[in-house]
């Protein structure tokens, strides 16, 4: 049909020419020219037409009818297994979710894996049409989808926008564009022995595959990994967060609604939520093939514990103590943008933020000007759903951040803003905490160690501007997640700054960059292993598979066993000095090796 349609636009075009003075100056030598110029001008309209994004519609969010606040809003609730769930800005109610058993991850998953095995048949043009399908709806839907996340949550729409909408446009434009690349069979070199080879690096889906997600941010956690396990191929089952378990359900419906447009089986993408002590049956499940985990760091060994079970391979990102250095050589022109950057790098979604800036390191030049800068900023910061600042999730880390706190202003810390719990007058429900500057903190501080993932501003001084008293404060903690570094591109000091700090990402005068262009995604030493996002976290949901094969088989030119060598062994000490002779033709260093090489092949044939 495809080729039908180009064909009878070409006889409407030729007719449609002849008839026009043009085509009354072509030679009919020329029209075989012509005929393919408009044969290849269709074929590119009827390709351009099948790579358009399909605007799908689903059922509307279901947002709550009555307001009914919870006076002590919590997730359980006696009496029921059920999830409670609410809005941490406001306590408001949002409905009752049935966690799933056992028998339900079942089924998710051999749902998955039903589909998977006609999902892995598509092509990557197949799979491009549904993540752009994808992206058109999140581009054409994002307030609905930001004020979902703000109300499941508690960010606000400022921070909803920024890391529930745009990171996901990011990472779907990006595997769109370049993921086939990332995922296409590539060759690798060969060697003088093997020269006669053809080698290959194929990147294969692995099945399904799962992921344990946070609940910080509801729609992009939920969406990340099922843009990467989808173009590679692969069935995934999402364990979303208790806390969050409301949006989820909605959000699978947006990404289902793309496989649905396309004709695909939605039984693809699956998710669940279940209380901890269900959790294992997915980590354990012998159908699961590979587990993305982002969370804290003792969930996580039970993670690893739980997978080691089936041998499932665990990717984790396990959050960070990020710092934020000001080195001497930024100029003081450049400080007030520097400062910016640093509060929304502290306090965007209420600084719940995997990669947010949990210390600031400034060079002695800058401290004192940096403190003055601050203070008045984080002191007029407010608090509220359509405020500067939103929400916690809850209130279950208001008294180790207290504790934090104070423990640092009892060690010699001076505590500027914040520090403490706020009852919201107009949302006594909701669960807020006041933006905090805490300064002259210490690197042997656990505020300095431990990752607050609250909205604490904490400044530290370095002893010198030098690179190596800089690393000492920013590489102290045992986290190696996310980092960056403000100075002058000519300073050496920056440089060294970069290459000495322990951590998996760094963003040169600027935050959070470098999950903005897709570059891989993951830390060091406490912050996890494994990466997700870029050409790395593509290529950690396939099978790499090598593949080695005859370059001129068909002239016969196959690996054969030379006599020598061949069982049983007619002379161990021939077929030795053989063998040796191999080895020195194929990597002898230098010409009069190699050539001795082939002197002992010869001689012990």
């Known amino acids: 049909m495809a080729a039908e349609i180009p064909r009878s636009l070409l006889v409407q075009l030729r007719t449609a020419l002849e008839d026009t003075p043009v085509g009354g100056y072509i030679p009919e030598s020329s029209w075989a020219l012509v005929w393919s110029a408009l044969a290849a001008l269709a074929v590119w309209y009827m390709a351009s037409r099948e790579d358009r994004p399909i605007r799908y519609t689903i059922s509307p969010a279901s947002f709550p009818k009555e307001e009914n606040i919870l006076e002590k809003p919590s997730i359980k609730v006696s009496g029921t297994s059920a999830i409670q769930c609410y809005a941490p800005a406001t306590g408001q109610f949002l409905g009752f979710v049935n966690p799933s058993t056992p028998e339900g991850i079942d089924r998710a998953i051999d749902q998955a894996h039903a589909a998977q095995a006609d999902w892995a048949k598509t092509t990557f043009r197949q799979r491009r049409a549904v993540l752009r399908s994808l992206l058109q709806y999140v581009l054409d839907n994002q307030e609905e989808i930001c004020r979902v996340a703000c109300l499941d949550s508690g960010k606000t729409m400022v921070d909803a926008q920024l890391g529930e909408i745009l990171v996901t446009a990011e990472k779907l434009q990006w595997t769109i564009k370049h993921g086939e690349k990332a995922l296409r069979p590539e060759s690798r070199p060969t060697n003088l022995l093997m020269a006669y080879k053809r080698n290959m690096v194929h990147y294969e889906p692995l099945g399904v595959v799962a992921a344990l997600v946070s609940w910080n941010y509801p729609f992009h956690n939920l969406i990340g990994p099922v843009i990467s396990a989808l173009f590679a191929g692969n069935g995934i089952v999402v364990k979303v967060s208790e806390q969050t378990a409301w949006s989820s359900q909605w959000f699978t419906s947006v990404i289902r ?146 504790g934090l706190v104070a423990e640092a202003v009892k060690q010699g810390a001076r505590l500027l803003a914040g520090g403490e719990r706020y009852t919201h007058p107009e949302y006594p429900s909701g669960h807020y905490f006041v933006p905090t500057l805490l300064v002259d903190v210490t690197a042997d501080m656990a505020i300095a160690q431990e990752e607050c993932f609250g909205p604490i501003m904490v400044v530290m001084r370095a002893a010198s501007s ?95 066993i030379p006599r020598p060598m061949q069982y049983p062994v007619p002379d161990q000490e021939r077929s030795w000095r053989f063998a040796r002779g191999v080895v020195e033709v194929g990597y002898g260093m230098g010409l009069g090796r190699k050539l001795g090489g082939v002197v002992g092949i010869l001689s012990n044939s």
């Open 257 to 402: 609604g793309a496989l649905v447009a396309h004709g695909h089986n939605p039984a693809l993408v699956q998710t669940v939520v279940c209380w901890p002590q269900t959790a294992n049956h997915i980590t354990s499940h012998p159908k699961i093939s590979h587990i993305t985990f982002i969370g804290s760091q003792p969930v996580c060994k039970k993670v690893a514990e739980s997978a080691s079970k089936a041998l499932i391979p665990v990717l984790a990102e396990l959050g960070g103590k990020d710092a934020s250095i000001i080195l001497a050589s930024a100029p003081k022109s450049d400080l007030p943008r520097i400062v910016n950057t640093l509060m929304r790098g502290t306090f965007q979604a209420s600084g719940q933020n995997c990669i947010g800036i949990e210390r600031i390191v400034a060079a002695p030049e800058h401290y004192d000007t940096l403190l003055s800068m601050l203070t008045p900023r984080v002191r007029a910061l407010r608090l509220g759903p359509t405020a500067d600042v939103g929400a916690m999730i809850s209130d279950n880390a208001f008294a180790r951040l207290e």
């Open 466 to 560: 030098s690179a190596e008293d800089i690393l000492a404060v920013a590489n102290a903690p045992d986290f190696g997640l996310g980092s960056s570094v403000f100075g002058s591109e000519w300073d050496s000091t920056l440089h060294e700054v970069v290459k000495g700090l322990k951590a998996g990402m760094v963003a040169v005068n600027d935050f959070g960059a470098t999950y903005a262009v897709q570059l891989p995604f993951g830390g060091v030493a406490g912050s996890g292993y494994g990466r997700f996002a870029g050409e790395e976290g593509l290529r950690g949901l396939c099978n790499i598979k090598a593949v080695c094969e005859d370059r001129f088989g068909w002239l016969g030119v196959r690996t054969a």
